[in-house]
């Protein structure tokens, strides 16, 4: 049986530490400034704490109850369409299957217009304001970090749990391959990836030896043996080529 996604409202509460982490973001913060413009008047009045942060989204939350209970229930039935193959395209991509600990995964509609995963709680987040196409390569992507981290563990016994998170090269290599992944035919069948959303825009025009990195890889996943000699070839590429990835964080 595939797993299953079920979808809430995030709290809050829940990831306010998160919300501190993306304002302090030099990457993030003119997004979120953008969606929530009377934040930074807000935080002029209550600097950067937990205390001012959670007062405003908290009142934000309360605001748009309704809105963010209603988009809930429009994501939920959204991927509910495409759940079954979806799930059955990433094992047979990955040449893995789902771990017991997949067996039900939680995706919080949440303010926040960043969308990261909990690996140790198999849930991640999802932009309330995001548009059904917008949302579903979001759900697809953070997917595709569950699989892909189980199937490198495959590849590589000794890798670390820490390395899977920021700036390890593991991680790197994650938040990279669903710009290849996402775009196999396969899954293509099933939805069409936004390929404006489904990896960070410094990902898309990263450059290495004045070659775009993603077409490097698009050309290693082509002429691929299997997952593992890809994932194989492009950890080695990006090893090989770590300094010009510093920029990735």
Not at 1 to 10: A, C, E, L, Q
Not at 21 to 34: H, L, P, Q, V, Y
Not at 81 to 108: N, P, Q
Not at 112 to 133: E, N, Q, S, T, W
Request: hydrophobic share 35%; with cysteine.
């Amino acid at each position: 049986m595939h797993p299953k996604i079920t979808f809430t409202v995030g709290k809050v509460s829940d990831y306010l530490s998160m919300i501190r982490r993306f304002i302090a973001s030099e990457t993030f913060k003119s997004g979120i400034f953008k969606i929530f413009p009377d934040l930074d008047e807000a935080l002029s009045k209550s600097p950067l704490t937990d205390r001012g942060l959670k007062k405003y989204f908290t009142n934000k939350e309360k605001e748009k109850k309704d809105e963010l209970e209603n988009v809930r229930k429009n994501y939920e039935e959204s991927w509910k369409k495409i759940e079954m193959e979806a799930f059955s395209v990433l094992e047979d991509i990955h040449e893995t299957s789902w771990e017991e600990k997949h067996k039900h995964f939680t995706a919080r509609v949440t303010l926040m217009p960043v969308c990261p995963r909990y690996l140790d709680h198999a849930a991640f987040d999802l932009y309330f304001g995001f548009k059904i196409p917008a949302m579903l390569t979001a759900v697809l992507h953070e997917l595709s970090h569950f699989i892909f981290f189980e199937k490198i563990k495959q590849v590589y016994p000794h890798v670390e749990r820490y390395e899977f998170e920021s700036p390890h090269l593991v991680w790197k290599l994650s938040e990279i391959l669903p710009a290849i992944i996402l775009n196999d035919p396969r899954m293509q069948e099933v939805f069409k990836v936004d390929d404006e959303k489904v990896v960070y825009k410094s990902i898309q025009t990263l450059e290495i030896k004045g070659k775009n990195l993603l077409k490097t890889l698009q050309e290693f996943y082509d002429g691929r043996k299997n997952m593992e000699d890809f994932i194989k070839r492009s950890y080695e590429y990006l090893l090989e080529h770590k300094a010009e990835l510093k920029k990735l964080k």
